[in-house]
C-alpha cells in the first residue's frame, strides 16, 4: 500500500508540474504591451492551496526546469516565478487557505516578484507593477474560481482508493 500511495504521489505531482509547464507558457494577450498575463498564477495559487507549501515548491521547480529546458522560460522568467511561488505559497501556508488568502496571495506574490525585478533590473519597479496590474486582478478573480473545482478534482482523486 506504501508504495502505491507514493506512486499516486509522484504521478500527481509529475501531471501538476507538467500542467504548470503549460499554463505558464501561455499568456492571455492585453491591449498595451507588457500587459499580457501568464495563465498559470491562478492555477499555481490553486496548486499551492489545494497541496501544500511544499508540495507546491517541488510542482513548481519541476514546472520551471521543463520550461527552462524548452526554452520557453528564461531565468529571469523563472527567478520571478520562483520569487512568486515563494510568497503566494507562504502566504497560503502561514494565513490558511480561505476566500482572502486565495485573493490576495497571487497579486501579493506577483508585487513582489515586479519588485524584485525592478531592483536585480536596476530599474524602476512601479510601471512594471503598473503593467501587471490587471493580471494582479485576473490572478485574484481565478483563483477564486479554479480552487472549488481543483480541489474537488483533488478529493475525487483521493476518493477512489
Not at 506512486?7 to 500587459?35: H, Q, Y
Not at 490558511?96 to 515586479?114: A, C, Q
Request: contains cysteine; positive net charge; charged residues 10%.
Amino acid at each position: 500500500m506504501k508504495n502505491a500511495e507514493k506512486t499516486r504521489e509522484m504521478t500527481t505531482t509529475a501531471l501538476l508540474a507538467v500542467a504548470l509547464a503549460i499554463t505558464g507558457t501561455f499568456k492571455l494577450p492585453a491591449i498595451l504591451p507588457g500587459c499580457e498575463f501568464q495563465l498559470s498564477a491562478p492555477f499555481a495559487v490553486c496548486i499551492a492551496a489545494c497541496f501544500g507549501f511544499r508540495r507546491y515548491i517541488r510542482i513548481g521547480l519541476l514546472a520551471s526546469a521543463l520550461n527552462l529546458a524548452l526554452g520557453t522560460h528564461t531565468i529571469v522568467n523563472v527567478s520571478v516565478a520562483m520569487i512568486f511561488r515563494l510568497v503566494a505559497g507562504g502566504i497560503l501556508s502561514v494565513f490558511g487557505v480561505h476566500p482572502v488568502t486565495l485573493i490576495i496571495s497571487g497579486p501579493l506574490g506577483t508585487l513582489t516578484g515586479r519588485l524584485v525585478m525592478g531592483i536585480v533590473m536596476g530599474t524602476d519597479p512601479w510601471p512594471l507593477i503598473l503593467m501587471a496590474a490587471p493580471g494582479m486582478a485576473f490572478t485574484a478573480v481565478g483563483a477564486g474560481i479554479m480552487y472549488p473545482l481543483l480541489w474537488r478534482l483533488k478529493w475525487i482523486a483521493t476518493a477512489s482508493e
